[in-house]
């Protein structure tokens, strides 16, 4: 490789010419920003294959999860390599800026939210860390839907996030594994041993080609994400061919290429569905045996799996890998059941990520038998064998063993994921403190009576690199003179910050910071819906999955009721109030939502009387990218969900991070956050978990919560006020709210009103706001990744670092 001084100019037009066959005289923008990301991969390459020799003989975190949401590649990868400057300066002799060139970036949609952004981070910090870890997944071939903003309403358009090819990948079609659904089981007397023994003989196979996309941590590991597409085995059936009968000679390829096309773009339901059962048995076998091929090429028995790779479920999603690694150790390995469970139970743990009754996975006996009739075999056998220890815990207790079997009897019989997960695992974890504790009192609370020791937390963390440093640069920089550059691997330092909350000067600074933020997004909100926001006012965001339970419509009933002040000449802290998410497809409410949302900017921003005031905007297609945008703009985050329903919640450490200060309730990671940056610095309201809990239990009358305030913004959107006089357009929204209300917003409201009339009376002094947002930033620490994946290490994985 030729050592010149910028090796990466001469790397880029290389790549222009060889990999993309074009002249750098007349390649396009596009064409530099590929050519880029091809020189970036090749640095991260030599990272990776050095990592690799070096964990040949260690343990090895395999991180199973459906939903990777890794965002745009190309910042992130300069930032971490140490590159980002030679790269501006190699792009400065084609006349190009780097800003332009990242714009180029396209993100791959493969998750939904929260659990698929954590999956992302966490493989961040363990390249950070130099944990040796892979993470597994599906290579959808559309990602989350795009969200177009039509009439006020949401549409959804397919994510060809492939077309014009990505250049992360790399294809290894000789690792490509097979995988079978359906069929029969055979049972045989082994000629060798004379044992009794199970054969699957399925009636469909598909081939898993593996995508991997590296993961460079910061200036130092690389591991990689290994991304499994499925494909026909045999692309033609020549019986079908010779019959004459073209179409149906490629129909099984069609059948087989479906089950990694889509995302399911549902984060909380949709349980059910058979091709949803066959993502994940397919990602999760395809992933399992790669492990085990791995291990006999370096010739280490299967026994020893566990001192070689930890499996770490990301939700439920992969929790079929209980009975996989089973069938594989018994049916293809020849173990005996005592042995395969030692091995499978001391290698699994399984992170919980909701309490939420409709989003717990249920599928079907009848169809589990039809699509994995081997796996339903190993699955009543394992229960078996684990209802005969809870009988002798607790002998003669029938409701203990309905409540606790693997088996749903009531209704249609279902097999029941998180059961099988927590039996096949050595550890459970919630993903904050509150959510762990209600984990173990009110999720499975007969399982914490059987297996205490099981039980784990670790708050979720997210990763500074990406949140920090590569999206707010100039507050990073304002950092880097602070406390010194080390901060961003070691967040603790951080606190070194509150030494210096009295110097106005660096709080001036920070203020500073935050309007570059303002003005940026500003630019970015004119640009694209043509809405002028003003940087001086207050930003007080509500960005996450549209969903009821994460309580938009409190923000939206909070925001007409303000309306309603200003209309009645009420003083105002101007603010610009900010919403952004999609909402599931067949979410009729969550839709509703969004409509109502859209149709309130519009009233408000077209009314006179709100100028200098409120504006309200909804940003459309909600994604990493724009998240990178929103949380350096941020003065007040909102995290109002019904407490107790939250799990953790992870934007809210974003915001944090960047400064910004929080209304929230008691939920997830608000309860840890608020504990860290004290009570002064936190705006709390709100019901708490048990509170909550009680007005559930004694009755919850929705109209009891009314007052004249409420009742007067309610009626102003039953006349049809911001639906151009039509009364039908909100009616569910309101129905909603007022009979049923079962995320109890109208408990809620009063307080949460009152408690932003405190929050403005804070904004408007400006040394005391941003002594707050000091404090927030200091104490941030805590909520980087590096640290829950130390705590991983730690707790669960059992691996020294
Ligand atoms: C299940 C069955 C069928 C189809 C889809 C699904 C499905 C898909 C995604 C169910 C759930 C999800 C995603 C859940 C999720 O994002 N949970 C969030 O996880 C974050 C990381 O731990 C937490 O911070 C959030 O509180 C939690 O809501």
């Known amino acids: ?318 929790s079929i890998a209980v009975a996989e690694l089973m069938r594989l150790l018994i049916d293809e390995h020849h173990l005996d059941w005592d042995t395969a469970w030692s091995v499978t139970s001391k290698s699994i743990a399984y992170t919980n990520h909701t309490l939420l009754p409709e989003a717990l996975e249920k599928w079907d006996v009848s169809m589990f038998e039809e699509l994995l009739p081997r796996h339903l075999e190993i699955i009543y056998e394992i229960n078996e064998r684990f209802l005969q220890v809870v009988r002798l815990k607790y002998p003669g207790d029938s409701e203990m063993l309905s409540k606790l079997s693997i088996i749903c009897e009531d209704g249609n019989k279902s097999v029941r994921m998180a059961h099988l997960a927590t039996v096949g695992s050595h550890h459970v974890n919630g993903v904050a403190v509150l959510h762990s504790e209600l984990v173990k009192s009110q999720l499975m609370p ?52 509150e030494e210096q909350q009295d110097d106005s000067n660096l709080l001036e600074q920070i203020a500073e910071t935050k309007l570059i933020g303002k003005h940026k997004l500003a630019s970015y909100i004119n640009n694209n819906l ?96 724009l998240g990178e945008l929103v949380y350096p703009a941020a003065d007040l985050s909102e995290q109002i969900s019904t407490a107790g329903k939250e799990a953790s919640g992870t934007g809210n450490m974003k915001f944090q991070m960047n400064g910004a200060l929080t209304i929230g309730t008691l939920d997830g990671a608000n309860v840890e956050i608020r504990d860290l940056v004290g009570e002064e610095n936190f705006f709390l309201f709100g019901k708490n978990e048990e509170e909550i809990g009680k007005l559930q239990s004694d009755g919850y009358y929705p109209r009891n919560f009314l007052n004249h305030e409420i009742e007067e913004a309610l009626n102003l959107i039953r006349v049809g006020h911001f639906s151009h006089g039509n009364q039908n357009i909100f009616s569910d929204l309101l129905e909603n709210i007022i009979n049923y209300d079962p995320f109890f917003v109208l408990a809620d409201l009063e307080h949460y009103v009152s408690v932003q009339d405190t929050v403005s009376a804070n904004w408007i002094d400006r040394e005391n706001w941003y002594k707050k947002s000091l404090t927030n930033i200091a104490r941030s620490g805590f909520f980087s990744s590096d640290r829950s994946i130390k705590d991983y290490c730690q707790k669960i994985w059992k691996i020294e670092r």
């Open 1 to 318: 490789m030729p050592k010149v001084k910028n090796e990466l100019l001469d790397s880029i037009s290389q790549h222009i010419f060889y990999t993309l066959g074009k002249r750098v005289d007349t390649a396009s923008t596009y064409d530099f920003y590929m050519a880029l990301c091809y020189a970036v991969r090749d640095r991260m390459m030599e990272l990776h294959l050095n990592q690799l020799n070096k964990s040949e003989n260690t343990k090895q975190v395999a991180y199973l999860s459906a939903e990777f949401l890794i965002g745009p590649q190309l910042g992130n990868n300069l930032v971490n390599l140490g590159i980002q400057e030679e790269a501006r300066q190699a792009l400065e002799k084609y006349d190009l800026t780097l800003d332009e060139v990242l714009e180029k970036s396209e993100e791959p949609g493969l998750g939904n939210g929260g659990l698929g952004r954590l999956a992302a981070c966490y493989m961040e910090s363990l390249s950070t860390l130099e944990v040796p870890a892979i993470g597994y997944g599906i290579r959808y071939k559309f990602g989350i839907f795009k969200q177009v903003i039509a009439d006020n309403q949401q549409y959804e358009v397919t994510d060809n996030w492939l077309h014009g090819g990505w250049p992360w990948e790399l294809a290894y079609p000789a690792d490509t594994r097979t995988v079978g659904f359906g069929g029969k089981v055979e049972h045989y007397t082994s000629a060798t041993d004379g044992t009794y023994k199970s054969r699957w003989v399925p009636s469909q196979i598909v081939e898993g080609v593996p995508y991997d996309v590296l993961q460079v941590g910061y200036k130092n590991g690389c591991n990689k994400l290994r991304l499994w597409r499925a494909d026909a085995k045999d692309i033609f059936d020549f019986g079908a061919f010779n019959q004459g009968d073209y179409l149906g000679s490629v129909e099984e390829s069609v059948r087989s290429e479906t089950i990694s096309k889509v995302l399911y773009p549902n984060d909380g339901t949709d349980a059910g569905r058979q091709l949803r059962l066959k993502q994940q048995f397919f990602f999760v076998s395809c992933s399992i045996q790669d492990m085990l091929v791995s291990l006999t090429k370096r010739r280490v028995p299967v026994t020893d799996f566990p001192d070689y790779y930890t499996l770490q479920l990301n939700d439920t999603h992969p």
């Open 446 to 497: 007969e399982f914490y009576d059987l297996w205490p020791h099981k039980f784990e937390n670790v708050t979720n963390g997210v990763t500074p690199r990406r949140w920090l440093k590569s999206c707010n640069q100039p507050l990073a920089e304002v950092l880097d003179n602070a406390v010194g550059p080390e901060w961003v691997t070691n967040m603790d330092i951080l606190r070194k910050l």
């Open 530 to 625: 043509g809405v002028l926001v003003d940087p001086s006012s207050m930003f007080d965001v509500h960005v996450k999955r549209i969903h009821e339970y994460k309580r938009q419509h409190l923000k939206a009933l909070e925001v007409v009721i303000q309306y309603l002040r200003i209309k009645n000449g009420a003083d105002y802290v101007p603010r610009t109030v900010i919403f952004g998410g999609k909402a599931a497809p067949g979410y009729y409410m969550a839709k509703q939502i969004i409509h109502f949302i859209n149709c309130l900017a519009e009233v408000i921003n077209s009314d006179p009387d709100m100028e200098g005031k409120l504006k309200v905007v909804f940003l459309p297609n909600y994604s990493v990218k």
